[in-house]
């Protein structure tokens, strides 16, 4: 039997602290945590040399977790017209698997979507593998798979209403 001190697979921290800052609002220190736990999961674990560093994150509003002082997840969230016609979340990542933080940190993220931005849509290009993940939080695919960064990902949009829309990128892919 686990001591009262371990955290078993999957069960769900509650000692992770909720942050929501606007680019503008996070000190140096915020900005490179969320950085280098970006650039852990996406570029080195996932062995993607891309442009981690695009330009969006300076008008994103961005949601992370942190437990002891270190960031265990996060996300962006942006306004219509910046990723998609919609709001837009991105850069879901979190530090360890299993343990529920990627769930909390999408659910805050979305939580922003509706009531910072007024969301009633919200657009995401999901890595493939993750798309189970997404569905779970009531995003739908739209559209077909396609190539970013030589990682396949599929478009996918949450409504309010629970149905499937369509939200176009402003890149046009």
């Known amino acids: 039997m686990a001591q009262a001190s371990e ?10 602290t909720v942050h929501v800052k606007h680019f503008s609002e996070m000190t140096a220190r915020e900005v490179y945590d969320l950085l280098e736990l970006r650039v852990a999961v996406f570029v080195v674990e996932q062995q993607c040399a891309y442009q ?17 002082g270190q960031v265990v997840a996060c996300a962006r969230v942006m306004k219509p017209g910046v990723e998609s016609e919609c709001v837009s979340i991105g850069r879901v990542v979190s530090r360890a698997r299993g343990l529920g933080d990627g769930e909390r940190v999408l659910r805050e ?26 569905e779970k939080q009531g995003f739908g695919a739209v559209g077909e ?12 949009i949450r409504t309010g209403r629970g149905e499937i829309q369509r939200c176009p990128s402003v890149h046009g892919l």
Request: zero cysteines; charged letters at 30%; a negative charge.
């Open 7 to 16: 955290k078993l697979f999957g069960e769900q921290p509650d000692d992770a």
């Open 52 to 68: 981690e560093v695009d330009g969006l994150d300076l008008d994103a509003i961005h949601v992370w977790l942190s437990r002891h």
């Open 145 to 156: 798979e396609f190539l970013l960064d030589g990682i396949r990902h599929i478009r996918m």
């Open 109 to 134: 993220a979305v939580r922003v979507a509706e009531e910072r931005l007024g969301a009633d849509s919200i657009y995401l290009e999901a890595q493939v593998y993750a798309r189970g993940f997404y």
